[in-house]
Nanobody, 118 residues
Framework: VLLVESGGGLVQPGGSLRLSCAASGFDFSRYYMSWVRQAPGKGLEWLSGIYDDGVDIYAESMRGRIRISRDNAKNTLFLQLNNLKIEDTAMYYC?????????????RGQGTQVTVSS
């Protein structure tokens, strides 16, 4: 299993970013996938997940500001981040989770850094 995130960067408050996760080594189209993040000095936080059929779910704290999607033909997972806040600064990871939809355990990429600063 290989998951490679990209798309992070430095953005001003109120800005947007689109994160990508290229998946390989498994049948991506058959798996539920999710995004988690880890802010400096904090633990992992589940953000969103998407089932193989495209049904998406979100953490209440993030609902309305993020959107998860996937392209099964390209084995790629996406996370659109909108109206970014300073507290969204974190390392963002895509995850092929074990267990429940909001599990923080599983196969994870190396992450992509999102920094929100003016």
């Amino acid at each position: 299993v290989l998951l490679v995130e990209s798309g992070g960067g430095l953005v001003q408050p109120g800005g947007s970013l689109r994160l990508s996760c290229a998946a390989s080594g498994f049948d991506f189209s058959r798996y539920y996938m999710s995004w988690v993040r880890q802010a400096p000095g904090k633990g992992l936080e589940w953000l969103s997940g998407i089932y193989d059929d495209g049904v998406d779910i979100y953490a209440e704290s993030m609902r309305g500001r993020i959107r998860i999607s996937r392209d099964n033909a390209k084995n790629t997972l996406f996370l659109q981040l909108n109206n970014l806040k300073i507290e969204d600064t974190a390392m963002y990871y895509c995850l092929r989770p074990l267990g429940a939809h909001n599990s923080l355990s599983g196969d994870r990429g190396q992450g992509t850094q999102v920094t929100v600063s003016s």
